[in-house]
């Protein structure tokens, strides 16, 4: 095929600058609906909507439409419903086939970014560890709203014991472990797990040993509005049932 000048201009601005066909169309003083039809032609596979949009933003032609926009927390809820919604009416093979996408999504990643992502994954338990989780933070902030007495982080209230808790309250006589992944799973490997389920059992015999109840928060799924709430939930009505009957002393641990 012999392709006039024109033309050839039209495939090196589309593949070789990744401009648009909308800029293209511009430049030559045109219509979009040409410049396709001269790319078709040509036999070249035009970029889907998504690509286009990926091109756009990367080239700074485009902002994101979220990008300074903030939504209410309202918002944020529904559309952690809707979401949730639509997982939750998923088959084991439904979910089996998003995982695997999220999967392939990872592996396909280039090496320098899987190492970025790890490294802000180390900084935000590092971070956690000073300041608390995101999750032992939402509940500080809904218990306060309940008038719940909340002692944060307790450092140092057992006698003799250089021992800290998630979230303390003292009115229900009740401890709160907040427990991320890497309690139950060998998110660092394996030797960090051990230390983490021996430190855990530690803890736990030191709690209950002083008359007090436990409970365990087990993060087992990613942390969404939703699942937060949920969480909540679950601790509002075992509060409720605690506060009514403080239970007997074989009967003061419990897991959410």
Do not use: C
Request: aromatic share 8%.
């Amino acid at each position: 095929m012999i392709m006039n000048k024109q033309d050839k201009k039209v495939l090196d601005l589309y593949q070789n600058k990744q401009w648009s066909t909308y800029q293209i169309a511009e430049s030559l003083g045109t219509y979009p609906n040409k410049i396709r039809r001269i790319l078709k032609n040509s036999g070249v596979e035009l970029r889907d909507s998504s690509s286009a949009q990926k091109n756009a933003l990367d080239q700074g032609r485009a902002t994101h439409p979220t990008e300074g926009y903030e939504s209410s927390s309202e918002t944020k809820e529904k559309i952690s419903e809707s979401q949730g919604k639509v997982w939750d009416a998923l088959d084991e093979e439904g979910k089996k086939y998003r995982s695997e996408i999220g999967k392939k999504s990872w592996e396909q990643k280039k090496e320098d970014e899987k190492q970025e992502l790890i490294a802000r994954a180390q900084d935000a338990v590092r971070e956690s560890s000073k300041h608390g989780s995101k999750l032992e933070r939402f509940l500080l902030s809904e218990l306060g709203k309940q008038n719940i007495k909340v002692e944060f982080h307790k450092e140092r209230w057992l006698r003799n014991q250089k021992l800290q808790v998630d979230l303390y309250l003292p009115t229900y006589r009740t401890a709160i472990e907040v427990d991320g992944p890497s309690h139950f799973k060998p998110v660092w490997g394996t030797k960090n797990l051990e230390h983490n389920i021996k430190a855990d059992q530690q803890k736990t015999g030191l709690i209950l040993g002083n008359g007090l109840v436990l409970i365990r928060i087990k993060q087992t799924q990613s942390i969404t509005q939703r699942y937060m709430r949920q969480v909540l939930q679950k601790l509002l009505v075992l509060l409720d049932t605690i506060k009514g009957a403080y239970p007997k002393e074989t009967e003061r641990y419990f897991e959410i």
